[in-house]
């Protein structure tokens, strides 16, 4: 597991969560009592920076782990660790696909459907050369840079929003530093209230990308239809003001 978190006192918890939760799986008491995890996390850090040093033997070790078969105890232990390492360092890149299908109005800004049509050839790509995408970043953390959220910033942005309007991540998940959108304001207010009257009409070129992504574009007049009419209704004075007003 130490492969795809950095060795810290911070992420103890996580490594001996992920060992109970495999003894548990079998049935097994834990005996290794609490104070043991400080000598465990220093024979940890010891293997971290010794492998970080030799990508050779990085990439080895990986491989060899996900070739291996086992039951019982060990395939426990084996299933744990697999579960830390898949999609590690890649996990942004499973939010903005999981936004890219979600059909979400925000897809409408033309930079983030520029990205997100960017993105998603790229990701295609990389699943049909890369049998061992989920894990390519623990085997190599440079592997795949095309996939780097730096080069999304307005779909990161609206992939990490999404997920938190959505209860998919916490509201306390922090953005990585790399992200640079320029476009917060109006990502927002898709994200959290359907504006349509801000964007204006989609493009045919906006369209055709759109399709391309699965978007249902065929619904987009009703959809654009109705949702300026919710917007005019929110602009009007209640009728409960205006009548109060002419009293």
């Not at 104070?35 to 940890?44: E, H, K, L, Q």
């Not at 830390?84 to 979400?104: G, N, P």
């Not at 033309?110 to 790229?122: R, S």
């Not at 209640?238 to 007003?245: L, T």
Request: charged share 25%; net charge neutral.
């Amino acid at each position: 597991m130490t492969l795809s978190k950095p060795v810290t006192t911070q992420n103890v918890p996580a490594f001996s969560k992920r060992w109970r939760a495999a003894l548990a799986s079998q049935n097994i008491t834990d005996l290794i009592p609490a104070t043991a995890w400080d000598t465990i996390t220093a024979v940890a850090m010891v293997f971290h920076n010794i492998v970080n040093g030799k990508p050779d033997l990085r990439q080895e070790i990986v491989e060899r782990m996900l070739r291996i078969q086992k039951t019982g105890p060990e395939n426990a232990i084996l299933s744990q660790i697999k579960l830390v390492w898949e999609y590690s360092s890649l996990k942004a890149v499973v939010y903005m696909d999981l936004f890219i299908k979600s059909h979400c109005r925000a897809l409408e800004i033309p930079a983030v459907l520029d990205q997100a049509i960017e993105l998603h050839e790229k990701w295609e790509s990389a699943k049909s050369e890369d049998p061992l995408l989920p894990y390519s970043r623990v085997r190599d953390p440079n592997s795949h840079p095309t996939l780097n959220q730096s080069h999304y910033p307005d779909l990161y942005y609206s992939a990490i929003s999404y997920a938190k309007a959505n209860k998919l991540i916490g509201d306390n998940f922090q953005m990585s530093s790399a992200h640079q959108s320029v476009h917060t304001v109006m990502i927002d207010k898709y994200i959290k209230r359907m504006v349509a009257s801000e964007l204006g009409d989609l493009s045919e070129e906006s369209k055709t990308k759109l399709k391309r992504l699965g978007y249902p574009v065929h619904s987009y007049s009703r959809r654009r239809a109705r949702d300026l009419d919710s917007d005019e209704e929110e602009d009007e004075e209640p009728p409960s003001r205006r009548a109060r007003g002419r009293q």
